[in-house]
């Protein structure tokens, strides 16, 4: 069994958290693909088993069958994990008030958690989507007086724009308030967009960057194409069967093959080449795994057992190699640099 006996500091923060987080939406089956409650049990009881510390919910998980599960699930040791859920998306179909980033939801969201969780505070709560119809201003301010009754340990951002997380973060510096300390978003092997504006935000104000979604929506788990079936047949075949069909492109033909080659060299499975990838990336602090089965997560908890070689992760990057766009390239081309710096090397 995998060990998870090393931690990252989440962020700016002294928390600290294992550099796997078990993401629980498939707590339940009331969407009609997650688990029962007895294997969501066993997923539950490998992670903690391995020493995994870090957990990772939501209100609208499930309809709370989530949130229910982990009261019972993590008695009897409950301090000893960071427990995190989120808010922001709508828990009662109809109700204009019972969905989005303002203060009034905020409160019935956090309440309507901390009992089904049965406990007296969350460790960390995440701005679950961005709700451009609410001031930030009564976002930052009514998640630092959660913070300031002792509700709420921290708070993470999730899906937001890198501008609006900016501005958030200087209000909440400015004012004395609780500033975001993480930053919860797509990222993997497949979805790179973060690496134009978000990642490098998040490392410039110190936000500890938790990736959901690793594996890219199965993709590079290797569920249709095995390690060493890395042919053209394989891998189309692996895209034609994901539930997501605008990602049967060449690019994405192009990553699989690659990792396919990357973990046969490895002697790992794709899913673990592709959860260390993550790893290794510079500001990621944890990565969400999602699985539904006790065997998907003891093979997703050996990425945390290995590293990849410089070789390995260059070839990753290059396989998905993501085009930044302007204003970046213009700023990096030759003919810019040498007009700014007039032809001074600047290390």
Same mark, same amino acid.
């Given at each position: 069994m ?13 928390l ?9 939406m498939? /707590? ?27 957990i990772?919910?939501?209100? /609208? ?8 599960w982990?009261?019972? /699930?993590?008695?009897g040791?409950?301090d ?36 089904? &969780? ?23 301010r ?7 009754a ?12 890198a501008?609006?997380? #900016? ?6 510096? &400015?004012?004395?308030?609780?500033? /975001? ?67 049967q ?27 260390r ?27 945390? #057992? ?27 081309s030759?003919t ?12």
């Amino acid at each position: 069994m995998a060990t998870l006996d090393r931690f990252r500091l989440l962020g700016k923060s002294g928390l600290r958290v294992s550099p796997l987080c078990l993401g629980t939406m498939t /707590f339940g089956t009331e969407w009609g693909w997650g688990a029962d409650k007895e294997e969501s049990r066993r997923v539950f009881d490998g992670y903690v088993e391995a020493g995994g510390n870090f957990i990772d919910t939501a209100d /609208f998980y499930t309809g709370g069958t989530s949130e229910s599960w982990l009261d019972e /699930f993590t008695q009897g040791r409950r301090d000893a994990l960071v427990v995190a859920t989120k808010y922001t998306m709508c828990t009662t179909p109809g109700d204009p008030n019972a969905g989005g980033s303002h203060r009034k939801n905020l409160i019935q969201s956090l309440d309507a958690s901390l009992k089904r &969780l049965r406990t007296d505070r969350v460790d960390l709560m995440w701005v679950h989507a961005f709700d451009a119809t609410v001031p930030i201003e009564e976002t930052m301010r009514a998640l630092d007086d959660v913070v300031r009754a002792g509700k709420v340990l921290y708070v993470g951002v999730s899906n937001w724009p890198a501008w609006t997380t #900016t501005r958030a973060n200087t209000l909440a510096d &400015l004012r004395g308030w609780s500033p /975001f300390i993480a930053n919860q978003v797509q990222y993997s092997l497949i979805e790179r967009s973060i690496e134009r504006e978000i990642l490098p935000m998040s490392r410039e104000l110190g936000l500890g960057v938790t990736p959901w979604s690793p594996l890219g929506g199965g993709i590079l788990s290797g569920k249709y194409a095995r390690a060493d079936a890395g042919s053209k047949d394989a891998i189309d075949e692996s895209l034609r069967r994901s539930a997501n069909k605008a990602r049967q492109n060449d690019r994405n033909a192009a990553i699989v093959s690659a990792l396919a080659a990357v973990a046969k060299e490895a002697e790992r499975t794709p899913a673990q080449v592709a959860i260390r990838w993550l790893l290794q990336k510079p500001g990621v602090a944890s990565v969400i795994l999602g699985a539904r089965t006790r065997s998907q997560l003891d093979d997703d908890l050996q990425a945390a #057992t290995f590293e990849l070689s410089r070789e390995h992760m260059d070839r990753l990057d290059e396989a998905g190699k993501l085009e930044l766009g302007y204003p970046y390239e213009y700023l990096r081309s030759p003919t810019i640099t040498k007009f700014m710096y007039g032809g001074a090397k600047i290390e």
